[in-house]
């Protein structure tokens, strides 16, 4: 069965400070991978994502994630991080089929300190 | 293009009673996904819609609950008897081609079971 595992509940990173969040998927076909990030109280916006093609994939508000199969990661990362980028953050693979349902990781909480 | 609207945003019931949540789907997305996040976990597949037909429908969708989507445009959720379990954040998202752009995500309804 498909499934994600986002091995951080929680991290704290000095603004500036690079950032590395780790995802690992159970998949047995290509994935289709996302990084959405949540705000407190709202709903998912979707930062990046990765179908084929470049490994290396950039999305929106500075971050980029690498896909690496042979790893099954799907690691984000942020090379300064702003005070507002403090957020939860939850990667997720779909399927390949025509349903499109997504399979989320438990999420990652992250903190920014001054 | 106002996104994906949720109404209402917080909802407050009495144990055993009834609640029907809306979602308002950009409109020339003709797909539509429930999805449910508890506290502390990521959000979990419920059901999802192509136009008017409801496609596929998980497990966790019991048989108190029940969606629609008359005329392919907004939908609705409902639960019945509602239960202390039942509290969540309950998210719509809406897409076209779910493969080449992934989701857009409301911003929730949170249900609290009194």
């Known amino acids: 069965a498909q499934s994600v595992t986002q091995p951080d509940i929680h991290i704290t990173v000095s603004e500036g400070a690079s950032l590395e969040l780790r995802c690992n998927y159970s998949y047995g076909a290509t994935p289709y991978l996302f990084w959405y990030v949540q705000s407190p109280g709202q709903g998912l916006q979707l930062l990046l994502k990765?179908?084929?093609?470049?490994?290396l994939v950039q999305g929106i508000k500075g971050f980029e994630a690498e896909f690496k199969r042979s790893q099954s990661s799907f690691n984000l990362r942020k090379p300064s991080v702003h005070w507002s980028d403090a957020a939860e953050y939850f990667c997720?693979?779909?399927?390949?089929?025509?349903?499109?349902?997504?399979?989320f990781g438990k999420g990652t909480k992250l903190s920014v300190k001054p | 293009d106002t996104g994906v609207s949720q109404d209402p945003r917080h909802k407050i019931t009495k144990r055993g009673q009834n609640v029907t949540f809306r979602c308002d789907p950009i409109?020339?997305?003709?797909?539509l996904y429930w999805y449910r996040q508890t506290l502390g976990q990521g959000p979990e597949f419920l059901t999802y819609f192509q136009n008017e037909a409801q496609l596929e429908k998980s497990r966790l969708l019991s048989d108190r609950f029940s969606a629609e989507r008359p005329k392919g445009s907004f939908s609705t959720l409902e639960i019945q008897r509602t239960e202390q379990g039942d509290s969540a954040m309950y998210l719509c998202a809406s897409s076209v081609l779910w493969t080449v752009v992934g989701y857009t995500f409301g911003s929730g309804t949170r249900l609290t079971v009194v």
């Open positions: 997720a693979v779909g399927s390949g089929g025509s349903q499109g349902n997504l399979i």
């Open positions: 990765y179908f084929s093609g470049d490994t």
């Open positions: 409109s020339e997305h003709n797909r």
